[in-house]
C-alpha cells in the first residue's frame, strides 16, 4: 500500500493544482493539504497563479476578499470550501466543484438578503401604498401600462414642478384583484411625497378602473376617452397629460361617464388634500362651471375616438341591420301578393255560395207566382162561365168585349209577376 501512495497511483484529483487560501483551521495547513494532495494524483501550489485551478477556503475568508481571494478571482480558478476536498478523497473522484462553490454560496446569501429586504419594503409600502411584491402595473389588451404622469406649471398661481403618478395595479395571485393608487409631489425635487389610496383591499378591474377615470378627470378636466384629441387644450391651472409618441400603444377606451360618478373612499395620506391646499382661490372658481359642465349631458358634436375594432362591429351591425330590413321589405311584399291572389277566390267563393241561395229562392217565387197565375185563370174562367149562363144571345155577345178586357188584365198583371221575379 504504502508502494503505491509513493508513486501516486491514486487518480482521484488527476489534472488539478491546488492552494489554500490560508490555514483552514485543525491540521488543513499548508503541509498537509499538499501531502494530501500529491498522495492523490494532484499538484499543490504555495502561491496562486495562473496555474492554479482550485483553491480551498473559508466563507468569511471569501467575504474578507484577502489577496489570495482576489488573485484566485482575477485568475478565475475554483474557490471552494474543504468539504469538496475531502467529499471528493472520500468518494474516490473528482465531484462537481459548483456544489461547493462559494461564489454560488455568496450569490444565494445576497439573493436571500435581496428577498428579505424587498419583502420588508413591501410590507412598509402595503402599510400607506401598495405591496409591489405582490402587484405589478396593470396592462391593457394594446399591452398599454396604467403608470401615467400628470404635471403643472402654472405660474401665476406659484405650481411649478408639481406632478402627479397615476397608478393600477394588478394582483399576482389569481383571479386578479386591482387597486388603484397616486402619489403626489408638491415640488420638483420632493423625496416625499403624499399617497392617495381610495380604497384599502383589491376590487374588481371595473371599479378599479372607475376610479382611476375619475381621479384622471378631476385633475385634468378631461374625459379618459378624450385624453389624446385633448391634450394640451386645458388651462394651465390644471394638470395636464401627455400622450404616448413614437408609436407606443395609447390605451383603450371605455364606456364610463366620469362626470356622474365620484372617488370612493378616503385616501391614506390623500394627495388630493395636499394637492387642494396648493391650489389657489382661482382653481377653487374654476371649479363651479367645471362641475356645472359635468353634469350636462355629453354634446353629440364632441369627437369620439374608437378603435379599429369598435369600427369595424359599428359596420358589421349596421349591414347586419340593411339585410334585415331588406329580408323584412321582401316579406311584406310577399304578403301583400298572397293577399291580392286569394281575393278573387275568395269572391268567387262567396258568389258561389250565394248564387246557390239565390237560385233556390228564385225557384220559390216562381212556384209561387205561377200558383198565383193559375188561380188567377181559374177565377176569370169561373166568372166567365157565370156570366154566360145568367145572359141572353144578346147579353152574351155584348159580355165578350169585358171579359177580353178582363184577360188583358190578368196578362198585364202576369207579365208584372214575371218582370218582378226577373
Keep these: 500500500m504504502s508502494r503505491r501512495h509513493e508513486k501516486g497511483i491514486s487518480s482521484t484529483l488527476d489534472g488539478c493544482d491546488i492552494s489554500i487560501a490560508a490555514p483552514l483551521g485543525d491540521d488543513w495547513d499548508y503541509v498537509n493539504v499538499a501531502r494530501w494532495t500529491t498522495w492523490n494524483g494532484g499538484i499543490f501550489c504555495n502561491v496562486v497563479d495562473k496555474d492554479v485551478t482550485h483553491v480551498l477556503a473559508t466563507p468569511e475568508q471569501y467575504e474578507a476578499k484577502i489577496s489570495t481571494i482576489q488573485q484566485a478571482i482575477k485568475f478565475k480558478a475554483h474557490i471552494v470550501t474543504k468539504d469538496w476536498f475531502e467529499d471528493s478523497l472520500r468518494k474516490r473522484r473528482h465531484l462537481n466543484e459548483e456544489d461547493y462553490s462559494l461564489e454560488n454560496i455568496d450569490k444565494e446569501d445576497k439573493a436571500k438578503k435581496e428577498r428579505e429586504a424587498k419583502a420588508q419594503k413591501g410590507i412598509k409600502e402595503a402599510e400607506s401604498f401598495v405591496n409591489t411584491n405582490l402587484h405589478h402595473i396593470y396592462r391593457d389588451d394594446t399591452y398599454f401600462a396604467y403608470e401615467i404622469t400628470l404635471t403643472r406649471n402654472d405660474k401665476e398661481s406659484g405650481n411649478i414642478g408639481q406632478k402627479y403618478q397615476l397608478y393600477l395595479w394588478e394582483s399576482n395571485a389569481k383571479p386578479h384583484l ?235 198583371a202576369m207579365k208584372k209577376t214575371r218582370s218582378r221575379k226577373a
Design 178 to 412: 386591482y387597486m388603484f393608487a397616486a402619489k403626489f409631489y408638491k415640488k420638483p425635487r420632493d423625496s416625499r411625497p403624499s399617497i392617495y389610496r381610495p380604497r384599502e383591499t383589491g376590487v374588481c378591474l371595473e371599479m378599479a378602473l372607475r376610479d382611476f377615470v375619475v381621479f384622471f378627470y378631476q385633475k385634468t378636466g378631461i374625459h379618459w376617452n378624450n385624453r389624446i384629441v385633448k391634450a394640451g387644450t386645458t388651462d394651465k391651472s390644471k394638470f395636464q397629460y401627455k400622450p404616448p409618441t413614437g408609436g407606443k400603444p395609447v390605451g383603450t377606451l371605455y364606456n364610463l361617464a366620469p362626470e356622474s360618478l365620484s372617488v370612493v373612499g378616503n385616501g391614506t395620506n390623500s394627495a388630493s388634500a395636499a394637492d387642494s391646499t396648493s391650489s389657489t382661490k382661482k382653481d377653487q372658481k374654476q371649479a363651479l362651471p367645471d362641475k356645472a359642465v359635468s353634469r350636462k349631458r355629453k354634446s353629440s358634436e364632441e369627437p369620439v375616438q374608437r378603435t379599429g375594432g369598435e369600427k369595424r362591429q359599428r359596420r358589421e351591425k349596421e349591414k347586419a341591420k340593411v339585410k334585415e330590413d331588406d329580408k323584412k321589405k321582401v316579406e311584406k311584399e310577399k304578403v301583400k301578393e298572397k293577399k291580392e291572389e286569394e281575393k278573387p277566390n275568395y269572391e268567387n267563393s262567396v258568389s258561389s255560395r250565394t248564387r246557390g241561395k239565390t237560385a233556390a229562392n228564385n225557384k220559390k217565387r216562381a212556384r209561387a207566382c205561377e200558383d198565383d197565375d193559375d188561380l188567377a185563370v181559374e177565377r176569370h174562367e169561373t166568372a166567365k162561365r157565370q156570366k154566360v149562363k145568367g145572359a141572353g144571345p144578346n147579353e152574351a155577345s155584348q159580355g165578350e168585349q169585358p171579359e177580353i178586357s178582363n184577360l188583358s188584365a190578368v196578362v198585364r
